[in-house]
Antibody, heavy 125, light 110 residues
Framework: QLQLQESGPRLVKPLETLSLTCNVSGGSISNNNYYWGWIRQPPGKGLEWIAS???????YYNPSLKSRVTISVDTSKNHFSLKLSSVTAADTAVYFC?????????????????WGQGTLVTVSS | QSVLTQPPSASGTPGQRVTISCSGS????????VYWYQHLPGTAPKLLIY???QRPSGVPDRFSGSKSGSSASLAISGLRSEDEADYYC???????????FGGGTKLTVL
């Protein structure tokens, strides 16, 4: 059974860089069918997709966050990572890592199928 | 401001049928498949509907999806207390080249 687990600091100071890693177990991140992504949910707000990456390094970014976001993958460690720079209180959120097929793959099967449990990251001094 | 527009709240009594709408544009819903997720606090979102109207195995047939033009809907019939959750529509946006979500609809079972 595939499992995803987020890890990283739960408290980040304003203007610093938020760094999270998603460890994938029960399957290979190099599976050439899937993208690996990050989604967040600020307190009291809705879901927001942040970025996705293919094992080969191909990426998609949310245009509204692109200037501050870097997503990367390490196939040797079977994990992928998120870095969000110059954070503010607005970046306080539960961050989920997830998996999906390529956006235009198949007949509507490019859904987020596996998710991590989510980790709350608070931006505060 | 979400790219996809959902009503912030919906409600119904047990046994009733409730519909949640999701409005988008030609670059997202109008040209891509719609997905619906159910989200309970403290848990990961769960896929309810894919490919506009298909249900994954294990999702009751009380849940149904539809799409017309640049809008989509999720219908829940035979409402049950355990259906109380937040519901999100999602799709790919060709112009933004990214995934977009609705703002979410909080369903209350009265």
């Amino acid at each position: 059974q595939l499992q995803l687990q987020e890890s990283g600091p739960r408290l980040v100071k304003p203007l610093e860089t938020l760094s999270l890693t998603c460890n994938v177990s029960g399957g290979s991140i190099s599976n050439n069918n899937y993208y690996w992504g990050w989604i967040r949910q600020p307190p009291g707000k809705g879901l927001e997709w942040i970025a996705s990456i293919y094992y080969s390094g191909s990426t998609y970014y949310n245009p509204s966050l692109k200037s501050r976001v870097t997503i990367s993958v390490d196939t040797s460690k079977n994990h992928f990572s998120l870095k969000l720079s110059s954070v503010t209180a607005a970046d306080t959120a539960v961050y989920f890592c997830t998996r999906h097929f390529p956006p235009k793959y198949g007949s509507g099967i490019a859904y987020f199928d596996y998710w991590g449990q989510g980790t709350l990251v608070t931006v505060s001094s | 401001q979400s790219v996809l527009t959902q009503p912030p709240s919906a409600s119904g009594t047990p046994g009733q049928r409730v519909t949640i709408s999701c409005s988008g544009s030609s670059s997202n819903i109008g040209s891509n498949y719609v997905y619906w997720y159910q989200h309970l606090p403290g848990t990961a979102p769960k896929l309810l509907i894919y490919s506009n109207l298909q249900r994954p195995s294990g999702v009751p047939d009380r849940f149904s999806g539809s799409k017309s033009g640049s809008s989509a809907s999720l219908a829940i019939s035979g409402l049950r207390s355990e259906d109380e959750a937040d519901y999100y529509c999602a799709t790919w946006d060709d112009s933004l080249r990214g995934w977009v979500f609705g703002g979410g609809t909080k369903l209350t079972v009265l």
